[in-house]
């Protein structure tokens, strides 16, 4: 297999934690401060266009952070597990701390994407070019709310996940 022997990258944050773990964990701590920098944009300075230029550029970079992070994932022959071992919230083969806090970040992790894609796409095919409010803001502003909280959850359960299984000692 070509990529038998990939044990993956470690981390740079002097922790348990991959290389991609580490990515990750920083990049949450950029990304919710330009989120919020965007709806301020768009709630209170009505700058639609750098809003939606903000929010797409956001969007990329996370998909492109996520595809890496599961590629680094999948083909490390080093699992999460085995960098999570001396952890007092790891056993292996029972449901622990750092595995439910896994689970709960995923109940969040799994649906935020999907419901930030579904809140981008339908932006994109009803508001006017260049946007302006129309008749479809309303409804925008209650998904972008969803997708924003569901990105924050899954930045703070991430954070936890993280710090229970890399981290603690």
Same mark, same amino acid.
């Given at each position: 297999?070509?990529?038998a022997d990939y044990?993956?990258?470690?981390?740079?944050?002097?922790?348990?934690?991959?290389f991609?773990?580490d990515?990750?964990f920083?990049?949450m701590?950029?990304?919710?401060?330009?989120?919020?920098w965007?709806?301020?944009? &768009?709630k209170?300075?009505k700058? =639609?266009? %750098?809003?939606?230029?903000?929010q797409?550029?956001?969007?990329?970079i $996370? *998909?492109l952070s996520?595809?890496?992070?599961?590629?680094?994932?999948?083909?490390?022959?080093?699992?999460?597990?085995e960098?999570?071992?001396?952890s007092?919230?790891?056993?292996?083969? &029972?449901?622990?701390?750092?595995? =439910?806090? %896994?689970?709960i970040?995923l109940?969040f992790?799994?649906?935020?994407? $999907? *419901?930030?894609?579904?809140?981008i796409?339908?932006a994109?095919r009803?508001?006017?070019?260049?946007?302006v409010?129309?008749?479809?803001?309303?409804?925008?502003?209650?998904t972008?709310?969803?997708a924003?909280?569901?990105?924050v959850l899954?930045?703070v359960?991430?954070?936890?996940?993280?710090?229970m299984?890399?981290?603690a000692?």
């Amino acid at each position: 297999m070509l990529f038998a022997d990939y044990a993956g990258w470690n981390g740079f944050l002097g922790t348990r934690g991959s290389f991609m773990l580490d990515l990750l964990f920083l990049a949450m701590f950029a990304v919710l401060p330009v989120m919020g920098w965007s709806i301020y944009l &768009v709630k209170y300075r009505k700058n =639609y266009s %750098l809003h939606k230029r903000v929010q797409l550029t956001l969007a990329v970079i $996370l *998909l492109l952070s996520v595809l890496l992070f599961e590629v680094d994932m999948r083909l490390s022959s080093t699992k999460w597990t085995e960098r999570a071992e001396p952890s007092p919230y790891f056993t292996p083969d &029972v449901w622990c701390g750092a595995k =439910y806090a %896994l689970m709960i970040h995923l109940l969040f992790a799994i649906p935020t994407p $999907l *419901l930030w894609i579904y809140t981008i796409v339908k932006a994109l095919r009803n508001f006017p070019s260049p946007p302006v409010p129309s008749d479809y803001s309303g409804q925008h502003i209650k998904t972008a709310r969803l997708a924003a909280m569901g990105m924050v959850l899954t930045a703070v359960t991430g954070w936890c996940f993280y710090w229970m299984a890399f981290v603690a000692t």
